[in-house]
C-alpha cells in the first residue's frame, strides 16, 4: 500500500511571497509541517554575492514553532546568481553567491541545498552549453564537498533552460561529475513536461536523487495536490518499491495561491496526509 | 479626415520574453524587424544590476547603437526581483534603494530619457496606508537621484494580484500629486488599466500630458501579449492616443510564457500588426 512518513513532508513557501516570513512560518507549522525547504529570496531570506542577514534568527524562529530547515534554496533561475553562464564574471558572481548560501545553509542546521543549471541561452549549442554545466558543476561539487553540504540538482522546464531539462541530462551530469556531494533532485513538474514518469527517474538513478520537489501539475502549474493530474498514489507506489525515504519538497508557486498561501498548505497537506503511516491516525 | 497614426520611432521593442537568448539575438532581430528604439528590460542574461553595481552599460549601449537602435527607456526588473520600491525590514531598505540608484545610473549610462517603475507592493497582512508612506518616501528620494541624473521616472499601475498600493489611475494620481516631483511622471500599462476596468480616455482626461510612457500591449485583460492575442482594439487605441496628442513611447512589454521559445515569431507578428499604423508605412 502506497505510504510516506510525516517527516519526509516538506513545506516550500514561493507561493507566500506577498507575506513576511513570520506569516509563513506560521502557515507551515500550522497545516503540519516538521520540515521546510527554505528558498533564499525576498521577503523571507535576504542576501547576495557580498552579504546575506543572519541565518541565526531565521534558525530561531523555525525551531520555535517545532520545526526545521531541511533544506536551503538559493535563488537559481529567476534572479541573477544562475549556475551555467557562458559570461565568465556573471558565473564567478554566482558562484560567490552559491558559496555564501552553502555558509548559510549549514548555519540554518540544514545540510542540503537545491539548485539548477539555468544561465545558458537557448541560441547556444546544447552540447557547448551542457559541457559547460558539467565542468561548473564540478567546481559547485568541490564547494560542496568543503563545505560539507549535499548539492541537489534538479530539471527545469524547457522555458527555463536549454540543459538539464531532461532525466537524461541531470544523470549524465550527476555521473560525469562524479562526486559523493552531486545528488540529482525529481521534480514532478519538470519531469512530467519532459514527458517522463518517477520510475524513469529511479530506474535510472536510484539512490542518486537525494531529493524530491513533489508538487501536482498538469502537468505545468506547481500545484497543490488535487489541482492537477498527476496520479499521487501510483506515484507513492514508485517512491515506495525504490525505497526513496528522502523529503517530498511541496513546491507549490501557481498564482492562485498567493492570496490564501495558508489555505493552499493545509489543503496540500491533507491530500499527502492520507498516506501516512506509522503512527495513530490524526 | 486621415487615419490615426503613430510613428515607427514611438515604438519600443522589448526583452523580457527574450529572457532565455542572449541580448545579441534579441538586438538582432529588433533591427530586422524594423524597430528603431527599444525599452531594456535590465536583468540576466542581458544585463546585471544589483544594489553593488551594473555590469557593462558601455558595451550594451555600444551593441544597441551599431545596429541603428536607441535605448529610450530602461526597465529594471523589479516585480520578480528581490528589489521593490516598497521594502519594510530595515535592514533591506538601503539596499533597495541602492538597487534602484544604481538602474537610474545606469539608464543615463545607456543614454535613456525614462525609467519605468512602479509602487511596489507591501505586505498582504499589513496596512495599506503604512506601506503607501514607505513607497511616497522612496519614490520622492528616487526621484532626486533621477534630477540629478536627467532621467525621469515613469510609474506604471499594478494588477491587484501584484500590489496593494498603486494600482488604479485614482492611486496613480495621488501618488504623482504627494511625491510632487518633476522627475516621477505618469506611465500607462494597458494591461492594469485593463484589469482595474479603466479605458485609455479616462487617463488622458486625467493625466494628460504628465502620461509620458506606456507599455502598449494586447490583452484580454490579463496577460501582456502581442497583439492579436488579445481582444483590445488597436485601431481604437491609436486613434485615442492621436486625440490626445499623446507623442511618447509605446513598449511592447510582452512577457507571456509562451512567447519564451520563440520569441523572434511574437515579435516579428506583433510589430507587423503595429507597422500598419505607422505613418511612414503609407
Redesign the interface.
Known amino acids: 500500500m502506497a505510504h510516506i512518513k510525516r517527516s519526509q513532508l516538506c513545506a516550500l513557501g514561493i507561493h507566500y511571497i506577498?507575506?513576511?516570513l513570520d506569516?509563513m512560518l506560521d502557515g507551515h507549522a500550522e497545516a503540519g509541517y516538521e520540515a521546510i525547504e527554505l528558498v533564499g529570496?525576498?521577503?523571507h531570506f535576504?542576501m547576495?554575492?557580498?552579504?546575506n542577514?543572519d541565518p541565526g534568527e531565521v534558525r530561531r524562529k523555525v525551531e520555535a514553532r517545532g520545526m526545521r530547515v531541511a533544506l536551503f534554496t538559493p535563488?537559481c533561475s529567476?534572479?541573477?546568481w544562475?549556475n551555467n553562464?557562458a559570461?565568465v564574471?556573471?558565473h564567478k558572481?554566482s558562484m560567490e553567491f552559491l558559496k555564501r548560501a552553502m555558509d548559510v545553509c549549514k548555519k540554518l542546521g540544514a545540510d542540503m541545498m537545491l539548485t539548477n543549471a539555468c544561465?545558458g541561452?537557448?541560441?547556444?549549442d546544447h552540447d557547448m552549453a551542457f559541457d559547460r554545466a558539467v565542468r561548473h558543476f564540478g567546481q559547485i561539487a568541490s564547494y560542496a564537498r568543503e563545505a560539507g553540504v549535499t548539492v541537489a540538482l534538479e530539471s527545469v522546464r524547457?522555458?527555463?533552460?536549454?540543459v538539464c531539462n531532461t532525466l537524461d541530462d541531470v544523470a549524465t551530469l550527476v555521473d560525469a561529475v562524479g562526486s559523493p556531494n552531486l545528488g540529482a533532485a525529481l521534480d514532478t513538474v519538470a519531469m512530467g513536461v519532459a514527458g517522463e514518469t518517477p520510475r524513469q527517474w529511479f530506474e535510472r538513478l536510484g539512490e542518486k536523487i537525494v531529493h524530491c520537489h513533489f508538487a501536482d501539475g498538469r502537468p505545468y502549474g506547481h500545484l497543490v495536490w488535487g489541482d492537477g493530474l498527476f496520479p499521487l498514489e501510483r506515484y507513492i507506489d514508485v517512491l515506495n518499491e525504490f525505497g526513496y525515504e528522502g523529503l517530498l519538497g511541496q513546491e507549490i508557486t501557481d498564482?492562485r495561491y498567493?492570496?490564501n498561501p495558508k489555505e493552499a498548505d493545509c489543503r496540500n497537506y491533507q491530500s499527502l496526509s492520507r498516506f501516512i503511516v506509522g503512527e495513530e491516525t490524526k | 479626415m486621415s487615419a490615426p497614426t503613430i510613428r515607427r520611432d514611438q515604438v519600443d521593442g522589448m526583452n523580457i520574453h527574450w529572457s532565455q537568448w542572449s541580448l545579441d539575438a534579441f538586438l538582432d532581430c529588433q533591427e530586422r524587424l524594423g524597430f528603431t528604439g527599444i525599452e531594456l528590460w535590465g536583468a540576466m542574461p542581458h544585463l546585471w544590476l544589483d544594489c553593488l553595481g551594473y555590469y557593462d552599460a558601455k558595451t550594451i549601449r555600444h551593441k544597441i547603437e551599431s545596429r541603428g537602435l536607441t535605448a529610450n527607456v530602461f526597465c529594471p526588473e523589479n516585480v520578480i526581483s528581490p528589489y521593490q520600491v516598497n521594502p519594510q525590514e530595515d535592514l533591506y531598505a538601503s539596499r533597495c534603494r541602492d538597487y534602484f540608484t544604481n538602474a537610474i545610473r545606469c539608464a543615463a549610462e545607456l543614454g535613456c530619457t525614462y525609467l519605468s517603475i512602479n509602487s511596489g507592493w507591501g505586505y498582504w497582512n499589513e496596512n495599506r496606508e503604512e506601506a503607501w508612506k514607505r513607497s511616497r518616501d522612496m519614490l520622492r528620494s528616487l526621484a532626486e537621484v533621477a534630477e540629478q541624473e536627467g532621467i525621469i521616472l515613469t510609474l506604471e499601475t499594478l494588477r491587484p494580484q501584484e500590489s496593494q498600493l498603486v494600482v488604479t489611475l485614482e492611486d496613480e494620481k495621488r501618488m504623482l500629486e504627494e511625491v510632487g516631483h518633476p522627475n516621477l511622471k505618469a506611465m500607462v500599462d494597458t494591461v492594469a488599466m485593463s484589469v482595474s476596468g479603466e479605458t485609455l480616455e479616462q487617463w488622458f482626461e486625467s493625466l494628460g500630458s504628465d502620461i509620458r510612457n506606456m507599455h502598449f500591449v494586447d490583452c484580454n485583460p490579463y496577460g501582456h501579449l502581442v497583439w492579436g492575442d488579445g481582444n483590445r482594439n488597436l485601431g481604437d487605441w491609436v486613434a485615442t492616443l492621436e486625440k490626445y496628442g499623446y507623442s511618447g513611447f509605446l513598449g511592447q512589454e510582452i512577457t507571456d510564457e509562451r512567447y519564451l521559445t520563440n520569441p523572434a515569431a511574437a515579435d516579428f507578428r506583433n510589430f507587423h500588426n503595429l507597422e500598419r499604423y505607422f505613418e511612414d508605412e503609407l
Open positions: 506577498m507575506y513576511p506569516y529570496e525576498a521577503p535576504y547576495d554575492e557580498s552579504w542577514q535563488e529567476c534572479m541573477q544562475r553562464y559570461d564574471a556573471a558572481r544561465g541561452t537557448l541560441d547556444e524547457p522555458e527555463e533552460s536549454k498564482g498567493l492570496d
